[in-house]
């Protein structure tokens, strides 16, 4: 469960691998928070999705990335 902006809410896909909720909404994350608590299958499933998509940030994956986007923004600096 996480608040819908900044680096998490990126990572989490709605209903999938997780829950996103308003940024600064104590309600929304509260009743979020209830209804994850009380839907076991909701929560069997969210965990199920999460562990799989886990598997694609391995810190191989997020340093091979990173590089690639520092040549990205290397390239483009160049270009100007």
């Keep these: ?5 900044g680096g998490s809410a ?15 909404s104590f309600e929304e994350f509260y009743t979020m928070t209830l209804n ?4 076991k299958i909701l929560y069997c499933n969210l965990q199920k999705n ?7 940030f ?3 994956v997020i340093h091979n990335n ?4 520092y ?5 483009i600096n160049n270009m100007k």
Excluded: M, P
Aim: net charge negative.
């Design 36 to 39: 994850l608590l009380d839907d």
């Design 10 to 24: 990126d990572i989490i896909k709605h209903n999938y691998n997780g829950l996103r909720c308003k940024a600064d």
């Design 58 to 60: 391995s810190w191989d």
């Design 71 to 75: 040549k990205q923004q290397i390239f």
């Design 1 to 5: 469960l996480v608040a819908n902006g």
């Design 50 to 56: 999460a562990i799989e998509s886990s598997h694609t």
């Design 66 to 69: 990173l590089i690639e986007h």
